[in-house]
Antibody
Framework: QVQLEESGPGLVKPSGTLSLTCAVSGDSISSRNWWSWVRQPPGKGLEWIGEIYHSGSTNYNPSLKSRVTISVDKSKNQFSLKLSSVTAADTAVYYC????????????????WGQGTMVTVSS | DIVMTQTPLSSPVTLGQPASISCRSS???????????LSWLQQRPGQPPRLLIYKISNRFSGVPDRFTGSGAGTDFTLRISRVEAEDVGVYYCMQATQFPLYTFGQGTKLQIK
């Protein structure tokens, strides 16, 4: 069973860069197609940030595209998120998630989630 | 962007009674491949989201059969036949039809009366 675990600094200064890693365990990162980042500001709803294919292709939310970079490291079985020029509005719990699929293709739904990591943007 | 609108935003329910949450999309969620990529997630307090339903009505592995998804086009519903204490949390609908931009509803808070 695939499991995900986020890691990274819990505090980032305004105008700095938020950097998080999602470690994949239980199977190869190549076992599934798309790997995503989703965030949730305190007391608010979910926002999809972007995704990466195990081969390295990426898609980003247009609202964040200019500041987001998602990368994959197959040798370490992990993928990462970088969000630049952060402000207080980027304070949130950041989740990594994996898209459900079977032999017929994608289900268009996230069936595996990490526990999430809280990132606060503050000086 | 496809906007997902859930109603109600809060739903007090008596244990053992049914509950229903509606989700409406700003445009049809029927994909060109014929599928409708509408899913439902449950988020219990302090927990990450959990997948309940995918492609409108497919119950995910391990999800109790008291959870049922239905709908078509732009209107979708999640029904809980008999609410249990463990069902307390926030429920989100999500669309993946407009790949590669996924959007969520605002969330519906289910609480016990």
């Amino acid at each position: 069973q695939v499991q995900l675990e986020e890691s990274g600094p819990g505090l980032v200064k305004p105008s700095g860069t938020l950097s998080l890693t999602c470690a994949v365990s239980g199977d190869s990162i190549s076992s599934r197609n798309w790997w995503s980042w989703v965030r949730q500001p305190p007391g608010k709803g979910l926002e999809w940030i972007g995704e990466i294919y195990h081969s390295g292709s990426t898609n980003y939310n247009p609202s964040l595209k200019s500041r987001v970079t998602i990368s994959v490291d197959k040798s370490k079985n992990q993928f990462s998120l970088k969000l630049s020029s952060v402000t207080a509005a980027d304070t949130a719990v950041y989740y990594c998630a994996s898209e459900s699929q079977d032999s017929s293709g994608s289900h268009g739904a996230f069936d595996i989630w990490g526990q999430g990591t809280m990132v606060t943007v503050s000086s | 962007d496809i906007v997902m609108t859930q109603t109600p935003l809060s739903s007090p329910v008596t244990l053992g009674q049914p509950a229903s949450i509606s989700c409406r999309s700003s445009q049809s969620l029927v994909h060109s491949d014929g599928n409708t990529y509408l899913s439902w997630l449950q988020q219990r307090p302090g927990q990450p989201p959990r997948l309940l339903i995918y492609k409108i009505s497919n119950r995910f592995s391990g999800v109790p059969d008291r959870f049922t998804g239905s709908g078509a086009g732009t209107d979708f519903t999640l029904r809980i036949s008999r609410v249990e204490a463990e069902d307390v949390g926030v429920y989100y609908c999500m669309q993946a039809t407009q790949f590669p931009l996924y959007t969520f509803g605002q969330g519906t808070k289910l609480q016990i009366k």
